[in-house]
């Protein structure tokens, strides 16, 4: 075993997108893992786009990063060393590694994985991605039958969850994606009923025509994923009563793209003359819910009733060029490094 580890750390604070230079890659002494802890060999670490925020030194829900901090992120690995009681040598687990080929971390943040499926599902579909999927969408989805739900970002761990259990509901589901692979996955592997490719639409009032087309019902629930011009796009095609979950903003994340004030009015506008109900939520509120999640979820994606896809990059030196990419799209569903 090797007495050197390696990680990425925040080299500098991003302006709008980030760029390669704002990581920095670290080697240094694998760490002991104290009394209670394990050491942990990462062998998959989640990319996701709220990492984004802790670069950044602004108020949030979430701490944000010193520079010189590692880069935050969930891990599944393997247990190399354990000095807690209820892990072994060799256990696989995930828990907050942050973007590291090791980890120490107490016993008390970790869950064991049982092997049943694919460690590395624990950061996607049956992980903080699908988890904030289902308690959104039922919790402020409110969803029924027969209504019509819009989702952003669809191929992702997150679109495609809400996708695949509204559409199990009985509602008609419209994907938005970019590109026109990705609009193929969006239908044949998650089932959406219609899926509209964003790049090949160079404004609100354009992307809102192909919606409408594929919404002829209008639209009850917009799960906001994305934000920018989706957003406009949506709103006035929003029904009386429809429900806006607030999950993400992704394109406005590097401080780009942000809409211009004057339009800011008629949006909110939208959301009075329809009584809408717009509901911002942070995953971490509800981690409580995640053994009922679990047991819902899991055996479906084991039977393979709820799919996933996973996008592997390799090698933790890659993981700020593949982050830089899923930032921009160019993902293929759950961005993973694999180590
Ligand atoms: P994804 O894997 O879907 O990756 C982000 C995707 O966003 C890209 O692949 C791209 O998809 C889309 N995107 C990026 N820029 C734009 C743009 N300008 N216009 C339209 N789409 C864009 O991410 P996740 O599924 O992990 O997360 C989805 C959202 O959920 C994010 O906003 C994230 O922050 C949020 N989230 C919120 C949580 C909470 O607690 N509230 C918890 C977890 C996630 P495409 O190429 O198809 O456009």
Same mark, same amino acid.
Request: aromatic share 6%.
């Given at each position: 075993?090797?007495?050197?580890?390696?990680?990425?750390?925040?080299?500098?604070?991003?302006?709008?997108?980030?760029?390669?230079?704002?990581? #920095?890659?670290?080697t240094?002494?694998?760490?002991?893992?104290?009394?209670?802890?394990?050491?942990?060999?990462?062998?998959?670490?989640?990319?996701?786009?709220?990492?984004?925020?802790? $670069?950044?030194?602004?108020?949030?829900?979430?701490?944000?990063?010193?520079?010189?901090?590692? $880069?935050?992120?969930?891990?599944?690995?393997? &247990? @190399?060393?354990?000095?807690?009681?209820d892990?072994?040598?060799?256990?696989?687990?995930?828990?907050?590694?942050?973007?590291?080929?090791?980890?120490?971390?107490? /016993?008390?943040?970790?869950?064991?994985?049982?092997?049943?499926?694919?460690?590395?599902?624990?950061?996607?579909?049956?992980?903080?991605?699908?988890?904030?999927?289902?308690?959104?969408?039922? #919790?402020?989805?409110?969803?029924?039958?027969?209504?019509?739900?819009v989702?952003?970002?669809?191929?992702?761990?997150?679109?495609?969850?809400?996708?695949?259990?509204?559409?199990?509901? *009985?509602?008609?589901?419209?994907?938005? /994606?970019?590109?026109?692979?990705?609009?193929?996955?969006?239908?044949?592997?998650?089932?959406?009923?219609?899926a509209?490719?964003?790049h090949?639409?160079?404004?609100?009032?354009? @992307?809102?025509?192909?919606?409408?087309?594929?919404?002829?019902?209008?639209?009850?629930?917009?799960?906001?994923?994305?934000? *920018?011009?989706?957003?406009?796009?949506?709103?006035?095609?929003m029904? &009386?009563?429809?429900?806006?979950?607030?999950?993400? $903003?992704?394109?406005?994340?590097?401080?780009?793209?942000?809409a211009?004030?004057?339009?800011?009015?008629?949006?909110?506008?939208?959301?009075?003359?329809?009584?809408?109900?717009?509901?911002?939520?942070?995953?971490?509120?509800?981690w409580d819910?995640?053994?009922?999640?679990?047991?819902?979820?899991?055996?479906?994606?084991?039977?393979?009733?709820?799919?996933?896809?996973?996008?592997?990059?390799?090698?933790?030196?890659?993981?700020?060029?593949?982050?830089?990419?899923m930032?921009?799209?160019?993902?293929?569903?759950?961005?993973?490094? #694999?180590?």
């Amino acid at each position: 075993m090797s007495d050197q580890m390696s990680r990425i750390t925040l080299a500098r604070r991003p302006e709008g997108a980030p760029v390669q230079d704002d990581f #920095k890659l670290e080697t240094g002494a694998l760490p002991e893992p104290g009394k209670g802890e394990v050491l942990i060999e990462v062998t998959h670490l989640s990319l996701d786009p709220y990492m984004r925020g802790r $670069m950044d030194d602004a108020k949030s829900y979430a701490e944000s990063l010193e520079i010189g901090d590692t $880069m935050t992120g969930q891990g599944v690995g393997r &247990v @190399l060393k354990s000095n807690a009681d209820d892990f072994a040598e060799g256990d696989t687990v995930t828990g907050m590694t942050g973007w590291a080929s090791h980890a120490t971390l107490p /016993a008390s943040v970790l869950r064991k994985l049982d092997g049943s499926v694919p460690a590395s599902t624990a950061l996607g579909v049956l992980g903080m991605p699908g988890l904030t999927g289902w308690v959104g969408l039922h #919790k402020y989805g409110n969803p029924k039958a027969g209504e019509t739900l819009v989702v952003g970002a669809a191929t992702g761990p997150v679109g495609s969850m809400v996708g695949q259990l509204a559409k199990s509901l *009985g509602l008609r589901t419209v994907a938005i /994606a970019g590109g026109e692979e990705k609009c193929r996955i969006a239908t044949e592997t998650f089932g959406f009923d219609a899926a509209i490719d964003h790049h090949a639409h160079d404004d609100a009032k354009s @992307l809102r025509a192909a919606i409408a087309e594929a919404a002829p019902d209008g639209v009850d629930i917009y799960w906001e994923n994305v934000a *920018g011009q989706l957003i406009e796009a949506v709103l006035p095609l929003m029904n &009386v009563h429809g429900r806006i979950p607030i999950c993400g $903003m992704v394109a406005w994340y590097g401080g780009d793209n942000i809409a211009e004030e004057n339009q800011l009015p008629a949006m909110w506008r939208s959301i009075l003359v329809n009584r809408l109900q717009v509901t911002g939520f942070i995953i971490f509120d509800h981690w409580d819910e995640f053994p009922e999640f679990l047991a819902d979820v899991g055996p479906k994606v084991e039977a393979g009733e709820i799919s996933y896809l996973e996008d592997v990059a390799e090698g933790l030196e890659n993981a700020p060029e593949a982050f830089i990419a899923m930032l921009k799209g160019g993902n293929m569903g759950k961005q993973v490094v #694999k180590l």
